[in-house]
């Protein structure tokens, strides 16, 4: 049993590119999240899917794209990758729109020179 | 705005002794309360939780209470071990508002031998 599965675990990109982060679940979760951390703070909600199909900003969308492809993917896009985004970013997954049962994945460390 | 808070960003504690961490939280409409532990290169990890018509609850060597009248929560690990080194977070979660968590920064807890 997976869980949450991010993919790259690494990253780093130059200023103006762009790239996307793929998270996948396997838990049968309705509700998807994304999190930035920077250093020595705690998460940071970007933007999240309460159920496939929708899709609402966080705390901190600018920047970002989100896609809910199906139930089991959520993808984060940076269309033009700024040093500011230089973080690493998490994924998770909770069932039906609630904080229970949410998990992590192992999080995309992104460095933007 | 809202924010989750946390009184000490670090914290040693001699192998063996019982550890407190302690987060405040402003938002009085956040009804699930949740502490994680995040290890170095890796995603939180869920500990336990609280609902808000709860004062407190057990786990395995950890306890969390919840003071509503001055929005106060605390982590209590007993018998700290080695391996409970990490940062651990608070984070409420607002009713009704699609499962998003609010963290607070995190307190760093080291354990000496």
């Known amino acids: 049993n997976a869980g949450v599965t991010q993919t790259p675990k690494f990253q780093v990109l130059k200023t103006g590119q762009s790239m996307t982060l793929q998270c996948a679940q396997d838990?049968?979760?309705?509700?998807m999240y994304w999190y930035r951390q920077d250093p020595g703070m705690g998460l940071r909600l970007i933007y999240y899917?309460?159920?496939?199909?929708?899709?609402d900003k966080g705390e901190v969308p600018n920047g970002y794209n989100v896609s809910r492809l199906n139930k089991r993917e959520f993808s984060l896009r940076l269309e033009s990758a700024a040093p500011s985004q230089t973080s690493v970013y998490f994924c998770?997954?909770?069932?039906?729109?609630?904080?229970?049962?949410?998990?992590f994945g192992s999080g995309t460390r992104l460095t933007v020179v | 705005g809202e924010s989750v808070g946390l009184h000490l960003p670090t914290l040693s504690v001699q192998e063996g002794d019982n550890s407190i961490i302690n987060c405040a939280y402003s938002?009085?409409?956040?009804?699930?309360f949740i502490w994680y532990k995040q290890e170095s290169g890796k995603g939180p990890q869920f500990i336990i939780d609280?609902?808000?018509?709860?004062d407190k609850r057990q786990g395995q060597r950890v306890t969390v209470l919840l003071n509503k009248t001055v929005k106060h929560l605390s982590l209590q690990i007993a018998a700290t071990q080695p391996g409970d080194s990490a940062v651990y977070f608070c984070?409420?979660?607002?009713?009704?508002?699609?499962?998003?968590?609010?963290f607070g920064q995190g307190t760093e807890l080291s354990v000496k031998p």
């Open positions: 998770a997954s909770s069932d039906l729109g609630t904080a229970y049962g949410y998990t």
């Open positions: 938002n009085s409409a956040s009804d699930y």
């Open positions: 899917s309460a159920s496939e199909g929708t899709t």
């Open positions: 609280i609902r808000s018509n709860m």
């Open positions: 838990m049968n979760h309705n509700s």
């Open positions: 984070a409420e979660t607002p009713y009704n508002q699609g499962g998003k968590l609010i």
